[in-house]
């Protein structure tokens, strides 16, 4: 009925099933909760959140949406050397526009494989597709160039 295999390994068997029941017995009315740390200060991040109406929908596919980020070419060379540096991504302020709603105050930062590999001089990204032309001339605020271009 038993065969030699189950005779001799049994005991672990149940030395496992036994650990199984003391967890459960023990742990089965403990809750769980999540603890997190963060530099906010104590503000709820629930109120980080604002509902920003614009004049359009914005995933209103049937509008060509325009949109405009300025930022300051100090910040954004100083993201870059940080990144070729250290390879962090840090994030820098910048303002945007979406569709002539200015949003202000937000977080950018590199993102993406074709954005650090034309950091990196690797080539990709940093190219507009179909080989169109940036406003300005692909010119970044005060004079600096767009990676690639």
Same mark, same amino acid.
């Given at each position: 009925?038993? *065969? ?5 390994n ?10 199984? &029941?003391?967890?459960? /017995?023990?742990?089965?009315?403990? %809750? &769980? &909760? ?20 614009? +004049?359009v929908?914005?995933?209103?596919? =049937?509008?060509?949406?325009t949109? !405009?980020? %300025? ?12 990144? %070729?540096? =250290?390879?962090?991504k +840090?994030?820098? !302020?910048? =303002?945007?526009?979406? =569709?002539? +709603?200015k949003? !202000?105050s &937000?977080?950018l ?9 034309? *950091?990196?001089?690797? /080539?990709?990204? /940093? ?12 010119q970044?605020?005060? /004079? ?6």
């Amino acid at each position: 009925m038993f *065969t030699l295999r189950w005779r001799r390994n049994w005991k672990l068997v149940a030395v496992y099933v036994a650990g199984l &029941v003391a967890l459960v /017995g023990f742990f089965g009315s403990a %809750r &769980v &909760v999540a603890v997190t740390s963060s530099d906010r200060n104590g503000s709820d991040p629930t109120n980080d959140k604002k509902n920003i109406s614009g +004049t359009v929908d914005l995933w209103d596919s =049937d509008v060509l949406h325009t949109i !405009e980020v %300025r930022f300051e070419a100090a910040d954004y060379t100083r993201m870059l050397a940080t990144f %070729r540096a =250290d390879g962090s991504k +840090t994030y820098i !302020e910048a =303002d945007i526009t979406i =569709d002539g +709603t200015k949003i !202000e105050s &937000v977080g950018l930062r590199l993102k993406g494989n074709s954005t650090l590999r034309s *950091t990196l001089g690797g /080539g990709g990204g /940093g190219a507009v597709p179909g080989g169109g032309q940036l406003p300005g001339g692909g010119q970044l605020p005060g /004079g600096g160039q767009l990676p690639g271009g």
